[in-house]
């Protein structure tokens, strides 16, 4: 633990020392946040208008009412819930994304630098590399996703929180899902040579799942073709599990609480795992 801690230290020392670097990570959330949030203002599409309920019998408010309501609730999950708030929680999640494709670069700079071929022989083992960039990752992801839900919060989020205990079990899938990402996409890039690699795989990855998980639209509204991605895709079980715990909590499935909380688990454990298991393969020093 000693190996991974002090690789994990490195790493949130630069990025402590580099603000820049978490600003710009906090722009391209906020972007989507603000334009699909607020700008769309799907919420409207679901709420009667005053002047519409005035002109109606008093028999009819309440069955109109509780069609819209219904409409809302197949849309948002909860009739309570607004676009915006769906919308910053799923952006919640994505920040972890953003952060976690881009984990694979810090092998490819201390590759570069020569820092990468001092670590590869000294007697430290090579997974503990690995896993002290992934926890460093999975740090950055988690305080950038929690800066993310406190803007939401100040812009109107509006919350129903479950029990603080479901609360912290959802927070903590976040982690879980640092976790997963970094450990893949570490993996995957793990004996990449140059930096514009890293870049194109990072940029390959960022849309595709995002765009195939809940970030924007919920899985039942989503094409026949690309709900089975939607469900393996690890950002779906931690936005899921953010939103029932952060605005369904009068209403949570616990089972599917429980669920999503239990793949993201399996998940993170493979995908360390497999992070770990190629280091030891294929991380080699330069000659």
């Known amino acids: 633990m000693g190996e991974v801690s002090a690789i994990m230290g490195r790493e949130l020392r ?19 946040m603000g334009l ?10 679901f709420s009667v208008p005053e002047d519409v309920l005035r002109t109606l019998p008093p028999e ?7 069609i819209f309501n219904s409409m809302a609730a197949r849309l948002f999950g ?29 092998i490819a700079w201390d590759r570069r630098l020569g820092f990468l ?28 996703s929690s800066m993310v839900l406190l803007i939401g919060l100040a812009l109107g989020m509006r919350l129903s929180p479950a029990p603080p205990l479901l609360v912290a079990g ?28 890293h870049m194109a795989v990072a940029n390959l990855l960022n849309l595709p799942l995002m765009f195939t998980s809940t970030a924007l639209y919920p899985l039942n509204l989503m094409p026949d073709w690309m709900r089975p991605l939607a469900t393996i895709n690890p950002l779906t079980h931690t936005i899921e599990l953010l939103r029932g715990a952060l605005l369904y909590g009068n209403s949570l499935d616990i089972a599917a609480y429980q669920f999503h909380l239990a793949y993201l688990a399996a998940f993170a454990l493979l995908a360390a795992g497999l992070g770990s298991y190629l280091a030891n393969r294929y991380l080699t020093a330069e000659r």
Not at 36 to 45: E, P, Q, S
Not at 60 to 66: D, I, L, M, R
Not at 81 to 88: G, K, L, P, R
Not at 177 to 187: F, H, T
């Open 117 to 144: 071929n001092k670590l590869l022989v000294a007697p430290i083992r090579r997974s503990s590399i690995v896993m002290g960039k992934v926890l460093a990752s999975s740090v950055r992801a988690f305080v950038q």
């Open 78 to 106: 909860s009739p309570g819930t607004d676009y915006f708030s769906f919308v910053a929680i799923g952006m919640t999640s994505v920040i972890v994304l953003f952060v976690s494709v881009f984990s694979g670069m810090s």
């Open 60 to 66: 009819s408010t309440k069955v109109v009412a509780e």
């Open 170 to 197: 959802a927070l903590a899938s976040i982690f879980l899902l640092a976790i997963s990402l970094s450990s893949l996409v570490i993996a995957i890039t793990l004996r990449l040579r140059s930096w514009e690699y």
């Open 36 to 45: 699909y949030g607020k700008a769309f203002n799907l919420t409207g599409l």
């Open 14 to 32: 630069k990025w402590v020392r580099s603000p820049p670097l978490l600003v710009m990570a906090l722009v391209q959330p906020l972007f989507w």
